[in-house]
């Protein structure tokens, strides 16, 4: 069974620094994709970025990007430059056939 | 990105009454839609898959008696909330999911349901 695992429930970072956010993954298939979610307080789901399981470099998508280590079913989200707009629930989902499963997200606050 | 919208984003209602809650996608046609719940401070959790012009797939333990879901055309599904009851009380998601290379999906803003 497909399992997501944000071990983070809560973290903290100051204004202009950079932030990691850990999901690891558990999958027996071969083929699957890995995305992050941020849910501000208004509850909206903002797709953020995307990795595919076959890709060889890691996503980017402006001040977001993907360490993918796929030996160690990894998939932590590098936020660079944190703004106070950064504040929020970020998920980290995974694909299995064309369904989303969700981790148990991770609040982040940004600091002035 | 692509645009989903539903509607609406808020509703107050009686126990025993049911609410429809709609999901469309603005910009590109989705075969496929999805129906989510979210408990505060939880995760997302998947209720049902909607297929334009069949069935809805339940996930396990969701009642499809209860949750009625409708996918009638590629562009709209709506999930309807039978005889609701306090406990229906939730926010529900709605997503869509691209084709292409890169399968995406994105979600609706949401519906808060307040069942009294």
């Known amino acids: 069974a497909q399992k997501i695992t944000q071990t983070q429930p809560g973290m903290f970072v100051q204004e202009k620094e950079a932030v990691t956010l850990d999901c690891t993954y558990d999958t027996s298939d071969q083929s699957y994709g890995l995305f992050w979610y941020k849910q501000p307080s208004s509850g909206e789901m903002i797709f953020l970025i995307y990795?595919?399981?076959?890709?060889?470099q890691n996503a980017t998508e402006g001040r977001y990007s993907l360490n993918f280590q796929k030996a160690r079913k990894s998939a932590n989200l590098v936020i660079s430059a944190s703004q106070l707009g950064d504040s929020a629930m970020y998920f980290c989902?995974?694909?299995?056939?064309?369904?989303?499963?969700f981790g148990a997200g991770t609040i982040l606050r940004v600091k002035s | 990105g692509a645009v989903v919208s539903q509607h609406p984003s808020w509703v107050i209602c009686k126990s025993g009454t049911s609410v429809k809650i709609e999901c469309r996608s603005l910009?590109?046609?989705?075969?496929?839609m999805f129906w989510y719940r979210q408990f505060p401070k939880q995760s997302l959790m998947l209720m049902a898959t909607s297929n334009e012009g069949s069935k809805a797939t339940y996930e396990q333990g969701v009642e499809k008696d209860k949750f009625l879901i409708n996918h009638a055309s590629l562009t709209l599904s709506t999930l309807t909330v039978t005889s609701a009851h306090p406990e229906d009380s939730s926010f529900y998601i709605c997503s869509a999911r691209t084709g292409g290379v890169k399968k995406t999906q994105y979600f609706g803003p949401g519906t808060r349901l307040l069942v009294l």
């Open positions: 910009d590109f046609q989705a075969t496929t």
């Open positions: 989902a995974m694909e299995y056939g064309n369904k989303l499963v």
């Open positions: 990795q595919g399981s076959y890709d060889e």
